[in-house]
């Protein structure tokens, strides 16, 4: 069974790398991993693919920014013509970014299957672009791998059948929870970093990402974050590694933080864990870092005015403060107390990948076409 794995940006990898990992476990099963281009990141070099404990990319397809459509376009163009050359039995995508939709409609008109990790996910907002990804990827799959109980009734309500949705957890934790276990081997500058969180933080402290375009290309939204964690800041310290984007705005808008807040440059996914998984609390817009804060029991707030993983908030350690400065101010007071009684969810216990790999490779078509010695 040949399996393209589909990775467009940085954090996908993260969520591929698990899936990767335990597919090598697998006699028969060839993973080739794809890498569009659609963040192009200097810093992964091969340290970072070796961090993860995978290969470079089988295929890179330099896609490079653009629009949507420009981005989109780039990606299945390049991927059709690898999929022709190498004809893969099953086209596995994770999450919803660009390349997840592009690569899954591709594969769909070329008649090989697809594998749709994270499947089912919904915030209902259309505004979203990663909605749109979201939604169209899961209308063509056939295989629906579920993070958490939403996304099976999502995908129940829209007539999927219940054969092919499966709940299996979550690779994201899979990833989590391999890479706090390799913390301590030497790869991640902690001695610099413990420097920061005692002298800075004096052991307390907050952590903060925030580069969502809704939250930083509006002046007056960004001022008003600024202006509620500015005012938290006093009370304690706040590690910021600034994303590229968010410091461009915030230079063009004037935006001054509080000393208090310790603004870094952008950090990679072991350095921020470092940094975080100790935090009182954490702000945040990405989507990620309210499934790994809620895997750790480490109280999150999330400036964001809908999530599409409610399980962070209905049982995890997340609460969804919206962007304005009273709703952080008093979601952060909200988190605090919630702690004690926020738990992880189900399955979130670092075996998702190989739950993948046991339905995909125990599903009845596979077994009869191998029975067959036909390619899948």
């Known amino acids: 069974m040949k399996v393209f794995l589909v990775a467009g940006a940085r954090p996908n990898f993260m969520k591929i790398a698990p899936i990767y990992r335990a597919s090598l476990a697998l006699p028969g099963v ?3 991993i794809v890498h569009t281009g659609q963040h192009y990141d200097h810093e992964m070099s091969q340290a970072f693919f070796e961090d993860l404990e995978i290969p470079k990319p089988t295929h890179f397809l330099e896609a490079g920014s653009g629009s949507h459509a420009v981005q989109t376009a780039k990606i299945m163009v390049a991927f059709e013509k690898i999929c022709e050359s190498e004809k893969p039995d099953l086209v596995m995508v994770v999450g919803d970014v660009n390349s997840t939709l592009a690569c899954s409609i591709v594969a769909k008109k070329l008649l090989i299957k697809v594998a749709h990790v994270e499947a ?3 915030s209902f907002d259309l505004t979203m672009p990663e909605e749109i990804n979201r939604m169209v990827t899961d209308a063509i799959s056939d295989y629906f791998f579920v993070t958490e109980e939403s996304g099976k009734l999502n995908m129940l309500r829209e007539g999927k059948p219940a054969e092919s949705v499966h709940f299996v957890g979550h690779v994201m934790i899979d990833n989590l929870l391999y890479q706090i276990g390799k913390l301590n081997d030497g790869t991640v500058n902690t001695r610099e970093l413990g420097v920061y969180k005692l002298k800075q933080g004096r052991k307390r402290y907050a952590f903060m990402t925030l580069h969502r375009p809704s939250n930083v290309d509006n002046s007056e939204t960004f001022r008003g974050i600024v202006s509620a964690l500015n005012e938290i800041a006093e ?5 910021f590694p600034m994303h590229p984007r968010t410091r461009k705005m915030a230079e063009q808008f004037s935006v001054e933080f509080s000393k208090q807040i310790v603004l870094l440059p952008p950090l990679g996914f072991k350095e921020s864990l470092f940094l975080w998984k100790d935090a009182e609390v954490v702000f945040t817009d ?3 870092l309210q499934e790994e804060t809620t895997a750790m029991g480490v109280p ?3 400036i964001r005015e809908n999530t599409e993983r409610p399980v962070t908030v209905e049982i995890g350690s997340n609460v969804l403060a919206g962007t304005t400065r009273d709703g952080i101010l008093n979601a952060y007071k909200k988190s605090l ?4 009684r926020a738990s992880v969810p189900p399955k979130w216990d670092g075996h998702a990948a190989e739950r993948i790999w046991s339905i995909l490779t125990n599903s ?3 077994n009869t076409k191998l029975v067959k010695g036909e390619r899948l």
């Open 120 to 122: 089912g996910l919904r």
């Open 235 to 239: 009370k304690i310290p706040i590690f």
């Open 30 to 32: 060839d993973c080739m």
């Open 300 to 302: 999150c707030v999330t």
């Open 337 to 340: 107390s919630k702690k004690a």
């Open 364 to 366: 009845s078509q596979v």
């Open 286 to 288: 990405s989507g990620g």
